[in-house]
């Protein structure tokens, strides 16, 4: 072979591994560079209905998001992160974001309730098994003696209380002409009974409210300090939604009031 020929062969063959060479490269800098980000939109969901207050975790990027009322979420994603879907009811689920993912116009979660389930233990010393029907059948009880176990008169009269008790006092009278209520209704006695009657049963009313949520469910989930707990009760009972919720006796409706006051509390005394 000739030195011409020769010389040839070895440069091609510095070109070819020069170019196989700059092809890797650009292979491993490709994998290195980073995916771009995009929204991914969702909603989780149980039995097609919509799952509220969810936590969504981007576990890969650190974002994090959560499902508003009807079970929708927002969240920044990109190809094979991992998102962590966890509430407290419900069984936690991890999902690694694919193509298909990502081209959804709304990502459907379905999720399962989380049920925790406990063996059978019997407790001493009156045998109780955890099942209350049968328990109660089981279960010795003593009579309570009281005033209907023992058949008094008026045994079911409710007992008013000491506001009442002035109310009726200042109302009623004896006498062809009842001067009691006249003299009371002048000088606005009874007026002011009424006033301290209706204040009375508002704050009986709010106390029994408060007894269904715990200070240590206020404090954890609705982020309420310790030493803020009585006056953001007090900034919920001033809302005149309040009463009306608690008449209707519906605690989920209070529990999202109390969620949304604590956001506008929070907000106001600058705590977030």
């Known amino acids: 072979m000739s030195p011409s020929a020769t010389a040839f062969r070895i440069r091609s063959a510095l070109c070819i591994l020069l170019l196989f060479t700059l092809s890797l490269q650009g292979k491993v800098y490709a994998q290195e560079s980073p995916l771009p980000a995009r929204q991914l939109s969702g909603r989780v969901t149980e039995q097609e209905e919509g799952i509220p207050d969810m936590h969504i975790i981007n576990l890969t990027s650190g974002d994090a998001t959560i499902s508003n009322a009807g079970g929708y979420f927002s969240i920044d994603a990109s190809l094979l992160d991992t998102l962590l879907f966890s509430a407290v009811q419900y069984k936690r689920k991890m999902l690694i974001i694919r193509q298909e993912h990502l081209e959804a116009g709304l990502l459907l979660v379905p999720v399962e309730p989380f049920v925790n389930e406990l063996d059978e233990v019997v407790l001493r010393p009156y045998n109780l098994s ?90 954890k989930q609705l982020v309420i300090p310790d030493d803020r707990l009585e006056d953001f009760k007090y900034f919920c009972e001033v809302d005149p939604a309040f009463e009306t919720l608690t008449d209707n006796g519906d605690q989920l409706k209070l529990w999202a009031f109390f969620r949304r006051k604590s956001q506008d509390y929070r907000k106001f005394n600058a705590l977030d």
């Open 130 to 219: 955890g099942d209350l029907d049968k328990d109660l059948e089981n279960l010795p009880v003593e009579e309570t003696v009281s005033s209907i176990s023992l058949g008094l008169p008026n045994a079911y009269v409710k007992v008013k209380t000491q506001t009442e008790r002035k109310l009726f006092e200042a109302t009623t009278g004896s006498g062809l002409i009842p001067l009691n209520p006249i003299i009371n209704g002048i000088s606005g006695r009874t007026k002011m009974l009424k006033k301290r009657l209706a204040r009375d049963r508002s704050y009986e009313k709010a106390r029994r409210t408060w007894l269904l949520y715990p200070d240590s469910l206020l404090l």
